[in-house]
């Protein structure tokens, strides 16, 4: 059976119905920085990033949490991120900082990157992408698309819930009052069709988890 919004519009295909059970099942990755970049290796990733790494191991995504409860409790950038590898695609990710949005122009110097970041809790969220070491355009929630959306207009389609002007009115594809998981399902689906890579809990099982020096 055809999924539905909450409107009864029709859903584009199960790449909705993957994240719309993704969010259902971690309540968590709405408080996430999520940050993919074309990279040839995690050392440049990492450079990038313009950190000093104390130590890296391996963890999956709940003790990436565990790690960075204490950060976030005390209101300071937090001091681990996680990062997989899906070659040319890096995968960075933070749950009590935003390293990689702040070094969104540097990581995507090489190529392209794009970053979903956010509060689930403020209803904030935003959608970054760069390419060539610039920064092109910026979804927001709740408001309008910022910069240049051209050059990913071909993965536009259908994503109505980022910006009506993604609307199909010849099939009634017509957006009404959004709600944040439709966003949110859209923003992930847009990251998939620019990396052709799929968000997924297997994909954050096990990977390196930097930990950087301290900041205040």
């Not at 990492?46 to 709940?62: F, H, K, M, P, R």
């Not at 990689?100 to 970053?115: D, F, K, P, Q, T």
């Not at 309008?144 to 207009?153: F, H, L, N, V, Y």
């Not at 002007?165 to 069709?193: K, N, S, T």
Request: aromatic share 10%.
């Amino acid at each position: 059976m055809r999924l539905t919004d909450g409107k009864g519009w029709p859903l584009l295909t199960d790449i909705e119905a993957h994240y719309a059970d993704l969010i259902e099942r971690s309540p968590l990755i709405g408080e996430m920085c999520l940050t993919w970049c074309r990279a040839a290796s995690a050392d440049q990733v990492i450079d990038a990033l313009d950190a000093e790494v104390v130590d890296v191991t391996v963890s999956g995504l709940q003790g990436l949490i565990n790690e960075s409860y204490e950060d976030l409790e005390e209101g300071r950038l937090g001091r681990f991120l996680m990062l997989a590898e899906e070659p040319p695609w890096f995968l960075a990710v933070e749950y009590s900082g935003d390293r990689a949005y702040r070094a969104l122009e540097r990581l995507s110097s090489g190529g392209e990157a794009i970053c979903l970041i956010g509060s689930q809790t403020l209803y904030r969220f935003t959608l970054h992408y760069a390419r060539g070491g610039r920064t092109l355009c910026t979804f927001d929630y709740g408001g309008d698309i910022w910069g240049d959306a051209a050059p990913i207009e071909k993965h536009l389609d259908g994503l109505f819930n980022l910006h009506e002007r993604y609307a199909d009115v010849e099939r009634g594809l017509v957006p009404g009052e959004q709600a944040l998981d439709d966003w949110r399902i859209h923003a992930f689906a847009l990251m998939e069709r620019i990396t052709g890579i799929r968000l997924s809990f297997e994909l954050l099982r096990e990977n390196a988890l930097y930990r950087f020096s301290g900041v205040g």
